[in-house]
């Protein structure tokens, strides 16, 4: 790649208790770079492989560079994550990714809600009767996740805690999740994991992860069936 890569700062100023994100402007990719990493990328994946594909697009690359390249992989039998927003988001979703996971406001632009039935609490029926070839995960804050894998559907509630910075716990929730996953470890405990290292990275001005807080923090997930039937408290 010729251009420079972006670099993102956090601004802290912690006597206002503010966090500050400046997100500088990616480089131009020309159609011989995108060639280039797409064959590479094709290349590289083996049947069974998670691959994440998370963020707004570069300048050169189409709306669409999500769904296209998605395709094809989830063909050679990869599961595929997406986790995007706009029509990058709406694009990709088109092509069926194993999993893709939005915010609470993403997920009701996905699905083109009006504005007066956009609450939280309607995700959870609308995701139990979505009809959708992939998984689903909407992220909702400090009000937990719900998530739908097959046709079950999970409600992941948090403890409530003192939030410094939450800045890239997204990409951590999904970073946590996806290895858990690649362990083999059920949906259930992929799902804690995440939520635990999500959360231990808001206690903190910069992104960080203490194990301590993992740890602490571990008994007080609860992972719930949409149904009502509250699972065992994962602490394993």
């Known amino acids: 790649m010729n251009g420079t890569t972006r670099i993102c700062s956090i601004i802290v100023d912690e ?39 998370s963020g707004s697009l570069p300048d050169g690359l189409g709306h669409d560079f999500y769904a296209k390249t998605i395709a094809i992989l989830e063909k050679k039998g990869a599961k595929c994550i997406l986790d995007s927003s706009g029509l990058s988001l709406a694009e990709g979703c088109k092509a069926n990714p194993w999993l893709i996971k939005v915010n609470e406001l993403e997920f009701f632009e996905l699905l083109e809600q009006p504005l007066a039935k956009r609450d939280t609490d309607s995700v959870e029926e609308i995701l139990s009767v979505l009809n959708t070839s992939s998984n ?39 970073g946590g999740l996806a290895k858990s996953l690649q362990n083999g470890e059920p949906i259930e405990k992929a799902l804690q994991t995440a939520s635990l290292y999500s959360l231990s990275n808001c206690l903190y001005w910069y992104p960080n992860i203490e194990l301590t807080d993992v740890e602490h923090y571990q008994s007080q997930i609860k992972i719930t069936n949409v149904g009502g039937t509250i699972n065992e408290t994962i602490t394993r």
């Open 15 to 53: 006597d206002n208790k503010h966090a500050h994100l400046i997100n500088e402007i990616g480089p131009s990719i020309t159609s011989t770079e995108h060639q280039i990493f797409v064959n590479r990328l094709i290349e590289s994946v083996n049947t069974g492989d998670f691959v994440l594909f």
């Open 136 to 174: 689903f995960i909407v992220t909702l804050g400090g009000k937990g996740t719900i998530a739908k894998f097959g046709n079950t559907v999970f409600k992941v509630t948090l403890p409530r805690i003192s939030v410094k910075n939450a800045t890239a716990s997204g990409d951590i929730f999904l």
